[in-house]
């Protein structure tokens, strides 16, 4: 997605998973329970949860990344971000496994979508609309006033995700993609710490279903006791 995606794949090996178990990308694991199936033959709705990326993840990470992107970032590019601040990488899991995963940079106070990816075996099934509400409520807490990100000229699937958050195209980045000299529409979400787009945000997030269990996640600060709310 971004220009950082031409790094090669050459520190994608040698993961520590010193942080806790390891956790897998992949094809879905057999659950006890008949997955519900919807009309089109797909697998139904099912229960996501959304959590700060960590180096334990890599693994999984990387393989879902090799799957859907021609020039993958590398390991050691994941953890330069994962060590710096003003960063947001999520990832999402359907019990142990991760089915996807995205990343935004805070510049001032816009906000620039890094990446965001879905195994293919998990695709449309809400999963990076997920992602995405979560990087923009991360955004917020950031303090970003404006979300950016650039995306293929032909990735329509992408950008539908992306109007849905209020994306709109702004301009066009001529052969930005190394691999085969595409381009790249730039997109922008104005004013997104405004009222207007906080209820965008909250229509997303409340025709989720079932809701996305966040985890791992900073508690809000408390509400001073001589708040009204309080
Ligand atoms: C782009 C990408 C991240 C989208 O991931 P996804 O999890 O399939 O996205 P979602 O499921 O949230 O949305 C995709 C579509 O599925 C639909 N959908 C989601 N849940 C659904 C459900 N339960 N029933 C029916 N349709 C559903 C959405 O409405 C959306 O439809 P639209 O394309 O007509 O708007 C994924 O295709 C991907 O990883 N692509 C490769 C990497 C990439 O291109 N990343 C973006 C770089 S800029």
């Known amino acids: 997605m971004t220009g950082a995606a031409t790094t090669d794949l050459s520190g994608a090996t040698g993961l520590s998973g010193a942080e806790g178990p390891e956790v897998t990308a992949g094809p879905r694991p057999s659950p006890s329970a008949p ?41 050691r590019l994941f953890e330069d971000e994962l060590d710096r601040t003003g960063r947001v990488y999520l990832v999402a899991r359907v019990g ?79 052969a930005y993609y190394a691999d085969n000299g595409e381009d790249a529409l730039v997109m ?9 787009y906080r209820r965008r945000l909250s229509e997303l997030e409340t025709s989720l279903r079932p809701p996305t269990v966040r985890q791992g996640f900073p508690a809000a600060p408390p509400v001073p006791s001589n708040h009204p709310s309080a």
């Open 96 to 174: 142990p496994t991760v089915v996807g995963y995205a990343g935004l940079l805070m510049i001032a106070d816009d906000g620039h979508v890094a990446t965001v990816a879905v195994h293919p075996d998990w695709q449309h099934r809400g999963v990076a609309t997920r992602l995405l509400a979560e990087l923009v409520e991360g955004a917020l807490r950031l303090g970003a006033n404006q979300l950016t990100l650039e995306v293929r000229v032909s990735n329509l699937t992408a950008q539908s995700l992306y109007r849905r958050f209020g994306f709109a195209p702004a301009g066009a980045r001529k």
């Open 35 to 75: 997955e519900p199936v919807r009309v089109d033959g797909r697998p139904g709705p099912c229960t996501v949860t959304v959590s700060p990326m960590r180096r334990r993840h890599l693994r999984a990470v990387l393989d879902i990344e090799r799957q859907v992107y021609p020039r993958p970032w590398s390991a």
């Open 188 to 196: 922008w979400a104005h004013e997104v710490s405004g009222p207007d």
